[in-house]
C-alpha cells in the first residue's frame, strides 16, 4: 500500500510539473486579436549583417503583491537582470554543453539589461516598483495587472521602457509578453509570475533560473517559439532546426524531428531552466533588428546609467590604475568614498584619513562606481 501511494504521489509530483504552461504568449495573442487589440506586425527583412555593437535596454520592474511571499526580494529582481545580462551576451556557463553540431549558429545579442536610476519625476529610483494589491491573483489575459485602476499598476511610457510585471498568476500560466508594434503601448511589455522570476535557488521547481524572463524577453523582441509552426519551419530563422512540438523536462541528446535533431536547449523551447541556454545568430539579428527598427527609443533614453565624470582629475582627484586588480590607489584623503555595483548597492564604504590605498581583491570581476566628492567614476574590476 505505501509502494502504491509513493507511485501515485510521485505521478503527480511529475505530472503537475508537466501542466504547466511555460509560456502563454501564443494564447495571450489569440485573446488580443478575439477584443481587436492585436495588430499585425508584419516582419520586415533583417539587414542580414553581422551586430557588433552592444545596447543598454533601461528596465523598471513592477511588483505587485498581495501577500509578503509575492513582494520578492531585491535579490531575486538583480538575480533576474543578472541572468539576462548572461544570457543576452553570451556569458552563461552552460554554453560548453552545447552540442557540437549547433556550436557554430550560438548567438550573442549584445544586449545590457540595467534598472533605471530616475523615476518618472526624476528623483533617484532602485528601478524596482513595489506596489500593494488587493487583488489575490490576476487572470493572465485580463492584462489587470497592468492596470491601476484593476488592482494592477500602469506601464511606464513604454518606449522609452522596457516595463517588467512580477505578480501572482491565477492557473499554470508562468509568463507571457507582447510582440513588438502587435498592441496598444498601455499593455506592451513583459508578465512574470512571481514564483518564476530571477534566481531561487531554494525552489524545487525546474524553471527557478530566470530563464522565464529570458524567454520572454526574447518574444518581447520579436522571437517566435522555435516550434510555432511545427514541421513548417516558420519562426523566421534558418539555423533553428524545425520542431515539431514544445520540448519539455531536460531531455537527452540527440533528440530528433522534422528529419533533423532539435535544438532543446534553445532559449524559445520549452525546455527546464537548467536545460535552455542558448540563442542562434538569426535569433540574435532578429532581436537587434526588432530593436532598431520597432524599440528605438529604449535605446535613446539615458535614464539607464549613473552619472559619471570621466576625467579623472576634476576636482584634484586621481585614481588609479584603472582596470584596477586588487589595489585602487585614490590621490585623495580625509574624504569619503563609495563604491556601487552596476545595480546601485553599496559594496564598500570607507572614510579615507592617511591610507590612500583601498583594497577591492574581494569584489568579483566587473564594473563599478567610485563615488567621492558628489562624483562617479566608473571602475573595472579585472
Known amino acids: 500500500m505505501r509502494f502504491f501511494i509513493f507511485i501515485l504521489f510521485a505521478t ?30 508584419k516582419k520586415e527583412p533583417l539587414f542580414n549583417q553581422s551586430y557588433s555593437t552592444n545596447y543598454d535596454i533601461p528596465v523598471v520592474v513592477h511588483v505587485l503583491y498581495n501577500t509578503e511571499e509575492q513582494n520578492i ?10 541572468t539576462l545580462n548572461n544570457d543576452y551576451n553570451a556569458l552563461n556557463i552552460e554554453l560548453e554543453n552545447v552540442p557540437e553540431e549547433f556550436q557554430n549558429v550560438i548567438g550573442n545579442v549584445g544586449f545590457s539589461f540595467c534598472l533605471v536610476q530616475e523615476d518618472l519625476q526624476g528623483n533617484p529610483f532602485n528601478g524596482i516598483n513595489r506596489v ?76 527557478n533560473l530566470g530563464r522565464t524572463g529570458t524567454h520572454e524577453v526574447g518574444h518581447y523582441f520579436n522571437l517566435e517559439h522555435t516550434f510555432y509552426a511545427g514541421c513548417s519551419d516558420w519562426d523566421d530563422c534558418e539555423d533553428t532546426p524545425a520542431l515539431a512540438s514544445p520540448t519539455y523536462g531536460c531531455p537527452s541528446y540527440p533528440q530528433a524531428s522534422c528529419s533533423s535533431n532539435d535544438m532543446t536547449m534553445n532559449y524559445m523551447d520549452y525546455t527546464n531552466d537548467a536545460c535552455m541556454y542558448m540563442f542562434t545568430v538569426c535569433q540574435a539579428d532578429r532581436m537587434i533588428d526588432a530593436l532598431l527598427t520597432y524599440r528605438s527609443n529604449l535605446i535613446a533614453s539615458t535614464n539607464c546609467s549613473v552619472s559619471l565624470d570621466e576625467d579623472m582629475s576634476s576636482n584634484h582627484v586621481n585614481i588609479y590604475p584603472n582596470p584596477v586588480a586588487d589595489i585602487l590607489y585614490l590621490d585623495i584623503y580625509n574624504v569619503s568614498v563609495s563604491i556601487l555595483d552596476i545595480y546601485g548597492r553599496k559594496v564598500i564604504d570607507k572614510h579615507m584619513v592617511n591610507n590612500r590605498q583601498l583594497n577591492i581583491s574581494f569584489l568579483p570581476s566587473g564594473t563599478y562606481f567610485l563615488s567621492v566628492r558628489d562624483k562617479m567614476y566608473k571602475i573595472i574590476k579585472g
Not at 73 to 82: K, W
Not at 148 to 154: I, S
Open 12 to 41: 503527480f509530483s511529475i505530472s503537475s510539473f508537466s501542466q504547466v504552461q511555460r509560456c502563454s504568449t501564443d494564447e495571450y495573442r489569440e485573446v488580443l486579436k478575439s477584443k481587436g487589440l492585436y495588430k499585425y506586425n
Open 73 to 82: 526580494s531585491d535579490d531575486r529582481i538583480y538575480s533576474q537582470i543578472e
Open 132 to 207: 500593494y494589491t488587493e487583488i489575490e491573483s490576476f487572470q493572465g489575459f485580463s492584462d489587470g495587472m497592468k492596470k491601476t485602476d484593476q488592482g494592477g499598476v500602469d506601464a511606464w511610457d513604454t518606449e522609452n521602457y522596457l516595463n517588467l510585471w512580477v505578480c501572482d498568476l491565477n492557473g499554470n500560466t508562468l509568463g507571457f509578453a507582447t510582440m513588438p508594434g502587435s498592441v496598444p503601448s498601455y499593455l506592451d511589455g513583459v508578465v512574470i509570475d512571481y514564483l518564476y522570476f530571477g534566481v531561487n535557488l531554494s525552489s524545487s521547481n525546474p524553471y
